[in-house]
T-cell receptor, first 112, second 112 residues
Framework: EAQVTQNPRYLITVTGKKLTVTCSQN?????MSWYRQDPGLGLRQIYY???????DKGDVPEGYKVSRKEKRNFPLILESPSPNQTSLYFC???????????FGPGTRLTVL | AQKVTQAQTEISVVEKEDVTLDCVYE???????LFWYKQPPSGELVFLIR??????QNEISGRYSWNFQKSTSSFNFTITASQVVDSAVYFC?????????FGKGNQVVVIP
């Protein structure tokens, strides 16, 4: 089954404790992206990647890092999480040229 | 910069009424895609439709229909004879230049 998976689905952590949210897709898509969703703000893009070893900032990259060492994986790293990063995070992927992004199930992160 | 505006934040309707969600977009690109996604209470994002900038044909899929008008930069979505299962947040999105910009979403509440 074609899908985008994220882990963990729920995470409660404390300020400053480094964490990684994994994202994996099995559709051989070149493009992957991370978004955060906050009430009243919709979804905002954090980072995106056009292909392996190619990443770029989205609209709200501060406080986040990403890497794209393999085509299927695009982890989101929070080196020192803060409470304002409490949010619902979505990973998405698409084949270049189609633009239809397929989303993972979401990761609900709470930073205390 | 790309921008998507969904003016109505929450819309309540009684079951079997029609509901129309407005989406107005801004872009300098000549080629772009427009999307609608549904986010039910369970939280996942469900792709509903994609329309490219060269295709102004309206589309109907069951009780859903979309009206794309390039002259007014609008891509409106109508749910006919609404049902309780249509209760969700609906997002309009605009893709171009490898970025996807979302509106803030419309919360639709269908009252039985």
């Amino acid at each position: 089954e074609a899908q985008v998976t994220q882990n963990p689905r729920y995470l409660i952590t404390v300020t400053g404790k480094k964490l990684t949210v994994t994202c994996s897709q099995n559709m051989n898509h070149e493009y992957m992206s991370w978004y955060r969703q906050d009430p009243g703000l919709g979804l905002r893009q954090i980072y995106y990647s056009m292909n392996v070893e190619v990443t770029d900032k989205g609209d709200v990259p501060e406080g986040y890092k990403v890497s794209r060492k393999e085509k299927r994986n695009f982890p989101l790293i929070l080196e020192s999480p803060s409470p304002n990063q409490t949010s619902l995070y979505f990973c998405a992927s698409t084949r270049l040229g189609t633009d239809t992004q397929y989303f993972g199930p979401g990761t609900r992160l709470t930073v205390l | 910069a790309q921008k998507v505006t969904q003016a109505q934040t929450e819309i309540s309707v009684v079951e079997k009424e029609d509901v129309t969600l407005d989406c107005v977009y801004e872009t300098r690109d000549t080629t772009y895609y427009l999307f609608w996604y549904k986010q039910p209470p369970s939280g996942e994002l469900v792709f509903l439709i994609r329309r490219n900038s060269f295709d102004e044909q309206n589309e109907i899929s069951g009780r859903y229909s979309w009206n794309f008008q390039k002259s007014t930069s609008s891509f409106n979505f109508t749910i006919t004879a609404s049902q309780v299962v249509d209760s969700a947040v609906y997002f309009c999105a605009l893709s171009g230049n490898n970025r996807l910009a979302f509106g803030k979403g419309n919360q639709v509440v269908v009252i039985p």
